[in-house]
């Protein structure tokens, strides 16, 4: 048994010791631009990123607790598309608990414990009937047709899947548009690493628990990342002209970051970035009918889709703006969140955003030794661009480069997204950090990519060297944190065995 943890470690250090060299100081990688890509430019990048899917995709199949052998309500987008398909949008049990139905209060989780209610587990309850809270869009962008045309459910985790490929093409494709316009001289090697090491540092959960409450959020990821280049693309791309093509980016744009209320609406807050886009495509133009024109085209995703969510909620709930936060069946009374008012607690906000951002939990003594902190902790990386930003160089840059105001906008995300979040959950745990990840990233690859133009060409490669490695930590980080006990993946409450296992495929077999 250990020759074969033997032969599992060699070939994982191999792949370790191959990377490392490829990175190495004196390698192309840190030379080379992606102006002008060659053949084993391409190549290369189409294998990073091709690797860097099946690296995150693949694993999601490992814990029956999210890969479907064990559903428990961790299939309700699969049950939502057959309840579509029966024409209403409530869940189609018929084992409703009549004492749920007679309770004064049946979202108190305490009085359901005392009365031995049974009920179904994070549901929406309401009126006699119990829904889906979770976003709507994904199961008509994939369940409904993939029953309607295979005649089966597609798994809830293969889902997830679909979501976590097109996000990381999207990180790939994002970057690539932002170095061509910002920051040309960009070295390709911190071009392949960093995109690697933030696209899989936003989904790295997702690889661990696939099912129902990553599929929410990674479809958000997934709407939100192509929304963004899409915008990108119709603000920058086009030499800020007003033309066809950049109006019908901007739409493509508004049709993907809708969706996105649908998918996982914390995450959908990233639409904000839209306003200083649009400040800087309105720069220089005379607003008139034909411009207007075009910008209402651009922005009637946002309306058509918003007057369908709006209907959606309002079938369900009685109201437009319920998207069934309020009726959850979960470990909380969560009945008084609809009113914003009653529910702020500036203390509560403040410590949530502290604990999200930079909570700590001592390094352990048992693999895999560390434990899930805040985003700061986490991932140090994304440290940078609060330390790029105190530089008056990076800021006289990002005046410059006219996209200062879609910086701060992108710094005030996460902050803005932590807060929403703390506010409308009962508490926030690691997979909620995927809201912000993303976004920090990317706020973090531009201030990266702006430090390395303004360095002298004698410190460039060394600049290159020392950010692909801390993105290589940054991938071996999500590897240790996937194998973290927690939230039924792999390695907890019953598949401990699996911790010891990866223990002694990097220790060869020594242990």
Known sequence: MNFIYFIAGCLFWGSIIFVLF????????????????GCRQK??????AGFVVLACILPMGVSPSWNGELPDHRNQYEVMAEAVLNGHFYMDYDDVDPRLLEMDNPYDPEERTRLGVNFHWDHAFYDGHYYMY???VPVFLLFLPYRIVTGMSLMTYHATQIFVGMFIV???VLFHFLIKKFFRRLTFGMYLALSSAFAVMSIWYSIAAPSLYCTAITSGLCMEVWSLYFFAKSVWGEAGQVSRKSIFYAFLGSLFGALAFGCRPPVALANIAVIPMLAEYLKNKKMDFR???QLTAAALPYVVIGILLMAYNYVRFDSPFEFGQTYQLTLADQSSYGN???QFDLVNVLNGVVSNLISF???KKKFPYISLNGALVNFPILCSAAVSMAQEGVREQLKKLNIRNLTIVFFMLPFVITMTDVLWSPFIGERYRMDIYWIMGVTSFIFIGICYIQKPETSKRKFS???TNWALITIFTCMLLYCVPNDLNFTEPFFLENVERIKKILALGFV
């Open 134 to 136: 979770f976003g709507i």
């Open 43 to 48: 190549i290369l990048l189409l294998s990073a």
């Open 361 to 363: 939990s001592p390094v």
């Open 340 to 342: 914003f008012f009653d």
């Open 22 to 37: 490829l990175f190495r100081y004196k390698s192309w990688l840190h030379s080379e631009t992606i102006e002008n890509m």
């Open 291 to 293: 411009l207007f024109g």
């Open 170 to 172: 999207g990180i790939f």
């Open 465 to 467: 060297f020392v950010m």
